[in-house]
């Protein structure tokens, strides 16, 4: 069966691929992608190449996780996925129980490339649904349609996957409370154990900020997202799924591994144009141009921004990760940032004690549901400035 159980070694890191390319261009998305298709065997021979230069950034921790992501990971040829992950175990121990994800959307899963995936190391799939109804699907300008999501849900568990994870998008203005409520259903239906919700975000550049500014398309309603966060969590609760991110439900078994690990502080390389990379004192970033970062590859160097995170910087990301989770912060690790800087953290978070948006329990600091929707706010007002 394809499944994967976290591992328990401490010292794990993982590996983020990105892969910029889309069929066509979602009107809410910001991520860096292309929707052609021209370079991308010469984009697969520069990841290659950066795999083998940055050998050493994770100082030869084991992966606990491999995440494709994008961009749209699923146009890739299963090969070019094999290739990919053999470059990665040539110069890094994937651990036997690691959690390889591929990111891929519904028009993409055919049977046949299901069942080309089933016999790959890739153990996880996350599936970009946003909505079981067409008329969002149309407003979102995604490449499928309601029953192709099904269907390939359906398809994905027949030949072995359990361990899925759909992402659902709230708050458009296509879509009613009572629509909400069955496209979770639908989830629960299925039987899918995590899914990802995401609140829709008008961002900058995009074609939808550009449909709201020339009145095509109603701007967001921040009263009706509420809501409709609200029902989310009411839903996933009942059904028995645990609210362990900001965005994240799963039943206890089925935690991210990937994203988890993120939260949680540990290191991660980033490969491809745009990828992000960590190792605790410093952030790096690569280019996010294709052109340029192939040319560069194709010279043997690397194409990217680094910064150096100062002990202010530390501190904010331990809280802005850890607060966004069920397992919060520790009032232990806050200390080791300074006295004055606990001292701080106390006075700040008593208010949101008193209003019941955070809890204390011992050590640890956490937000509570009401809280982690204000979560942005909240986060920013706690930072080491």
Known sequence: MKSAKSAKEKNTAGIYLHIPFCKQACHYCNFHFSTSMRYKSDMIEAMLTEIELQKDYLDNSPLQSVYFGGGTPSVLETSEIEKLLQRIEQFHNILPDAEITLEANPDDLTMTKLQQLSETRINRLSIGVQSFFDKDLKYMNRAHN???????????????????????????????????????????????????????????????????????????????????????????????????????????EFFAVHNGNYWRGKYYLGLG????????????????????????????????EVE?????????????????????????????????VKQRFLEKSQPYLQQKLM???????????????????IISELFWV
């Open 273 to 304: 144009p745009s990828a992000h990379s960590f190792n605790g004192e410093s952030r790096q970033w690569n280019i996010a141009h294709n052109a340029k970062y192939i040319k560069s590859l194709a010279q043997k160097e690397l194409n990217f």
């Open 146 to 252: 309601a029953n192709e999501a099904i269907d390939c849900i359906r398809n994905a568990q027949t030949l072995g996957f359990q361990n899925l994870t759909i992402d659902l998008i709230y708050g458009t203005p296509t879509m009613t409370n009572k629509e909400w409520r069955q496209n979770l259903q639908t989830i629960f239906d299925l039987n899918v154990p995590h899914i990802s919700c995401y609140c829709l975000t008008v961002e900058p550049k995009t074609a939808l900020e550009h449909f709201v500014k020339t009145g095509k398309s109603e701007p967001i309603d921040e009263n009706q997202a509420a809501e409709q966060f609200q029902i989310l969590v009411n839903e996933m609760t009942k059904n028995g799924y645990v609210h362990y991110e900001i965005s994240n439900f799963a039943k206890p």
């Open 359 to 377: 809890i204390k329990n011992g050590q640890n600091y956490s937000l509570t549901s009401e809280g982690r929707f204000l979560s942005d706010g």
């Open 308 to 340: 150096i995170l100062s002990k202010e910087d530390q501190f904010n990301e331990y809280l802005m990760t850890g607060l966004r989770t069920i397992w919060g912060v520790r009032l232990d690790k806050i200390e080791s940032f300074g006295a004055n």
